[in-house]
């Protein structure tokens, strides 16, 4: 199914809150999207309004200078710092989403721990709090369930437990070695989940053409001055 339609991570909306007879507007951006679920990272917590079952309207910018207004209502926050708002999934976006959560290009690297000798190294190719897709240095079976360690950052990782839900040959590679994998997140949280989303929305904010967020790009120009 094509997913050009729906807003990606990071897409700069306008949370609308009912104040009085009025509207009042809040900057957002997406941080996922789920089949019933839009959840959003705001700048400030607002407190009570936007507690569970608050009407708000959600307004959505296009390129051409349009704009999309939906009307929804919260569901509940995630997260500790209450910046994360769950909103039930607005009727703007058709053909709906038969993901169960949305996905961030992101080319960072990532370490998977099978348990038969060394990790294994690989390459996201996107990331969501739901899992990941990778191209890896080797090939893991389907069902298999690892550690895996997600260097989204020089020196901060995301480590949980994941599942191997497809494997495929990489076809940009002549050796046959490489491999295409597909995770899925096992026993996450929906504090870490939270955690992630927030993330996430930082990092692929700043990308280059290949996907390559910031704090990687820092690393590679430190690498060379240092050389």
Not at 29 to 34: E, F, G, K, P
Not at 110 to 132: D, H, M, Q, W
Request: net charge negative; glycine share 8%.
């Amino acid at each position: 199914m094509d997913y050009a339609n729906e807003p990606a991570i990071t897409t700069r909306v306008m949370l609308e809150t009912r104040a009085g007879e009025s509207w009042e507007s809040h900057p957002a951006r997406i941080a996922n999207l789920t089949r019933h679920e839009l959840w959003i990272r705001i700048d400030e917590s607002l407190g009570e309004l936007v507690y569970p079952e608050r009407p708000v309207r959600l307004v959505l910018n296009h390129g051409d200078g349009g704009t999309q207004t939906a009307e929804t209502m919260v569901l509940w926050h995630i997260g500790m710092d209450g910046l994360m708002v769950v909103l039930m999934r607005p009727d703007l976006w058709d053909p709906p989403s038969k993901r169960a959560h949305s996905r961030a290009r992101l080319a960072v690297p990532v370490s998977l721990y099978p348990g038969e000798g060394a990790p294994i190294s690989g390459r996201t190719t996107n990331v969501g709090v739901g899992g990941f897709f990778c191209i890896s240095d080797g090939p893991v079976d389907p069902g298999k369930q690892m550690p895996v360690s997600i260097l989204l950052a020089p020196d901060q990782s995301f480590d949980c437990e994941a599942e191997v839900v497809r494997v495929e040959a990489d076809p940009d590679d002549p050796s046959g070695r490489q491999a295409l994998l597909a995770f899925r997140f096992l026993g996450l949280t929906r504090d870490e989940q939270a955690a992630l989303s927030t993330k996430l929305v930082a990092l692929t904010d700043d990308v280059d053409d290949e996907y390559v967020p910031l704090p990687w790009r820092n690393r590679s120009r430190k690498g060379k001055l240092d050389a």
